[in-house]
Structures are given as structure tokens and as C-alpha cells.
């Protein structure tokens, strides 16, 4: 017959003494093994966090024979966690980004924000909204480092690292907060002088279909962006046609130039070489008008001083009346 034995009084507290407490580990080993497992990489968590992948390899063997378990398979092409790995990670994740929030909020009470602002930006979006506020916004924020990268994927900004992602439209995640980021953008159909040397300028938008269109897609192996043109409080789209096509839009200009094709772009994108006559807008009385940009972060409880400081920066920089 099986006994329960229950412990009381000053017995219990003995006993629970005596229990074997957990492995002390570091915190600086906890979030070098937490940036290892998002990436399943050393050489990015190496770079996420400015150490070598041989500082963090060393880590991460330290974190293993401290708790006496194996946390990572490791072969010369991959890393992945173990089942013992997987587990840790699962609870430690929210545990270290509320450490994360925790401290980012005490920086923010100080009024003085720190740290590195970790941004995904198309390079169009950089160019035209973060690029002219830069140096400004270094001026106002002198403990504050911007580390930017330019792609035109819109993908995971959380799992990849950053901070902040900035791309045209609204449509995010549900944990995502959304915020408009300068006014809504129009789009002006221009080509190079030389185009029309030996062609004629078209005057309706039906003829764009006997030229070569500059096409562009939304992301590589994404659809084709399509011409939709403002007409009379209508919309009127064209299937153009062309011979080359781009996934961004700054190969798309540079075509134009050289005298491609004709290409339908974002006016401020443009403005520089409308002005110097590298090309020139045609069918003025038709545009397009595509969404504003915004900049997008996670829903945090405490939003971390240094991302408070850059996007109220940016929003207060790019603010237009009809933003």
C-alpha cells in the first residue's frame, strides 16, 4: 500500500533546501543564446549583437556545460536546436524582451534614449522619408545609433532583428502598430528626352501600349505593379507592355534615363531628374495615386526610448497637411 507522506513546519523548509537549485547562467549568455536561435546562425547573432561568431560559439558552449544539456545541433551547414533547445527558447523569449522593454523604459525616463534603431526600409521609402532627417535627428539624439537595411521584402521584422520596418501601405501583422509616414504618394509617367528622338510623345494613356514600359514588381518573384491612372474621378488601368523588368524602383529610374523605356514612378522619386532635365513627365493630365508609407513596429506595453525617439522623430519631420 503507497504511503503519502506530507512535510510540514520546519521540515518542509528543509527539504525544499535541499533541492537542487538550477545552474547559475549569465544574463549576457541568455540573450546571446536567444539572438542564436532566432537566427539560426551564429554569424548573424555574431553581427546582431557586434561580438565575432567565435565570441558567441564560446557562449553558447559556457550556457551548455552550465545547465549540462545540449541546446544546439551543430553540423558545418546548419545549426539547429535541440528539443531541450527549442524548449528553453520558447519560455525564455518573452522573459528577455520583457527585460528588454523594462530597460528601454527606465532609459526613456532619464530623457536621454540609447541604443541601436534597427530599420527595414525599401530604399525608395529611405530615400525620400529617413535620408534628408538624418543628420538632424542624429543632432537631437546624440546617444542614438541607426543601423539600416534596405531590401524590398517585407517580411518578419521581429525574427530578423529589427526594430522598425517602413513600406507603403498599412496592411501588418495583428501584433504590429501601423504609422503614417508623410503624405499619400503620387505616381507621374516619365521617360528620357532621347525615347522619343524617333518616337512619338503618346497623348492618350490607350498609347502606352505601343511603347516599351518599364515594368516593376512588388518583390522579387511578386506581381507586377500595375498602371492605374486617375481619370475624370476614374480609374483606368493599362496593361502596358516592355521588354525589362525591375523588383525596385530606383533600376527602374536609372532605365528611364538611359532612355529604356518610359516608366511610371513616384513624382518625389523623380523630382531631382524632372528638374535637371534628365527626363521629363508625360501625359501630365493623368497620374496615379498609390498609399502613404508607414513605419511599423510590435505592440509593446513599454515601447523601448530609443524607437519612441525615432518614430515620433520621423512622423513630427515628415508631417504634411495631407498626411
Avoid at 498602371?227 to 525591375?246: A, C, H, S
Avoid at 538611359?258 to 493623368?286: S, T, V, W
Amino acid at each position: 500500500m503507497t504511503k503519502n507522506v506530507i512535510i510540514e513546519g520546519p521540515a518542509r523548509a528543509e527539504a525544499l533546501e535541499a533541492a537542487p537549485s538550477p545552474p547559475p547562467v549569465h544574463l549576457p549568455g541568455l540573450f546571446t543564446f536567444e539572438a542564436a536561435a532566432r537566427h539560426l546562425n551564429f554569424a548573424r547573432a555574431a553581427a546582431e549583437m557586434g561580438v565575432t561568431p567565435t565570441a558567441v560559439s564560446r557562449t553558447i558552449k559556457n550556457v551548455e556545460a552550465q545547465l549540462n544539456v545540449r541546446l544546439f545541433n551543430r553540423t558545418t551547414r546548419s545549426v539547429s536546436l535541440t528539443e531541450a533547445g527549442a524548449s528553453l527558447n520558447a519560455a525564455l523569449t518573452p522573459a528577455l524582451a520583457l527585460i528588454k522593454d523594462s530597460l528601454s523604459q527606465a532609459l526613456l525616463a532619464t530623457e536621454q534614449p540609447s541604443g541601436t534603431v534597427r530599420v527595414n526600409s525599401s530604399y525608395v521609402a529611405y530615400r525620400l522619408l529617413i535620408e534628408p532627417h538624418l543628420a538632424s535627428f542624429f543632432e537631437n539624439f546624440p546617444m542614438i545609433n541607426v543601423e539600416i537595411s534596405l531590401d524590398n521584402q517585407l517580411g518578419d521584422i521581429v525574427n530578423a532583428g529589427f526594430d522598425v520596418g517602413i513600406r507603403m501601405g498599412k496592411n501588418v501583422q495583428n501584433d504590429m502598430v501601423a504609422v503614417q509616414l508623410g503624405a499619400v504618394q503620387k505616381r507621374i509617367v516619365v521617360a528620357a528626352p532621347d525615347y522619343f528622338l524617333e518616337r512619338d510623345e503618346p497623348e492618350t494613356i490607350d498609347e502606352l501600349l505601343k511603347h516599351n514600359c518599364i515594368r516593376q514588381r512588388y518583390s522579387v518573384g511578386g506581381r507586377l505593379y500595375d498602371w492605374k491612372f486617375e481619370d475624370r474621378g476614374q480609374t483606368v488601368q493599362i496593361d502596358v507592355q516592355g521588354r525589362v523588368i525591375f523588383d525596385e524602383m530606383r533600376s527602374v529610374l536609372d532605365a528611364a534615363i538611359q532612355g529604356h523605356g518610359i516608366a511610371f514612378i513616384l513624382e518625389d522619386f523623380a523630382k531631382q531628374e524632372l528638374a535637371n532635365g534628365m527626363l521629363r513627365q508625360i501625359l501630365r493630365q493623368h497620374f496615379g495615386l498609390d498609399g502613404a508609407f508607414h513605419l511599423y513596429y510590435p505592440h509593446r506595453k513599454h515601447m523601448p526610448g530609443k524607437l519612441r525617439a525615432f518614430v515620433d522623430f520621423m512622423r513630427a519631420a515628415n508631417r504634411t497637411e495631407t498626411s
